[in-house]
């Protein structure tokens, strides 16, 4: 067991470049999460997939943000034409399970710093 | 207000003490989350509860539904327990992973 594993761990960025995170679940899971975090928040939900299908998306997620599950294994989540606002945190996690009983297992983090 | 309110948001302890976080919410839940950040930003999930009380090594974690509160207790701390802990929610009829969060109480256990 690998855990959750996301890449890259930091990225630099320039103001209006597109960046893409990856997110590796543990292989079994079937529920993952996108999370962003601001430094001295707590972390804010993003969007869920099931397998494949994304089955929930939060207001925050605007339309520079993608986020794609295409074999139900890995996810990337993209921004386009980022902004300084965008400097945050993004954290993935996974879980196995059909209810809300599974546990959460988080990745370590992609910390995105837009210049 | 936030729907999920940490107490207090920094502590300092001295390592051997009984510590105690508080985290009150304000919504219909189906689980309450404790996590703990080290930093860096991994995070680990301490407790999913959803009532009563569960107790993993030096770790208690308690919860009453009525007066929508929970509480994380530290036994016998060590500054290995310095991180941030985070206290989140899955509301009522939403799933799992769609959380509520607390800001998280900063903990500083001193040898």
């Known amino acids: 067991d690998t855990g959750v594993s996301q890449n890259p761990r930091h990225k630099i960025t320039k103001r209006g470049q597109n960046v893409t995170f990856r997110c590796d679940p543990i292989?079994?899971?079937?529920?993952l999460y996108w999370y962003r975090q601001t430094l001295g928040q707590g972390p804010e939900f993003l969007t869920y997939?099931?397998?494949?299908?994304?089955?929930?998306k939060s207001r925050l997620l605007s339309d520079r943000f993608s986020a794609e599950r295409p074999k139900g294994s890995f996810s990337t989540l993209e921004i386009q034409r980022t902004e300084q606002g965008d400097s945050a945190m993004y954290l993935c996690?996974?879980?196995?399970?059909?209810?809300?009983?599974?546990?959460?297992?988080f990745g370590e983090g992609s910390r995105l710093t837009v210049l | 207000k936030n729907e999920v309110e940490q107490s207090p948001q920094n502590l300092t302890a001295q390592e051997g003490e009984f510590i105690t976080i508080n985290c009150s919410y304000s919504?219909?839940?189906?689980?309450l989350h404790w996590l703990q950040q080290h930093p860096g930003g991994g995070i680990v999930s301490l407790f999913m509860?959803?009532?009563g009380k569960k107790k993993h090594g030096r770790l208690i974690a308690t919860i009453n539904i009525q007066e929508k509160h929970s509480s994380l207790h530290i036994t016998a701390s060590h500054p290995r327990d310095s991180a941030v802990y985070i206290c989140?929610?899955?509301?009522?009829?939403?799933?799992?992973?769609?959380?509520?969060f607390g800001k998280g109480t900063k903990l500083s256990v001193k040898p």
């Open positions: 996690a996974s879980s196995r399970g059909q209810a809300n009983t599974g546990e959460l297992f």
């Open positions: 292989s079994e899971h079937n529920r």
């Open positions: 997939f099931q397998n494949e299908a994304q089955l929930e």
């Open positions: 919504v219909g839940i189906s689980a």
């Open positions: 509860l959803s009532s």
């Open positions: 989140a929610v899955t509301s009522y009829g939403g799933s799992q992973g769609n959380l509520i």
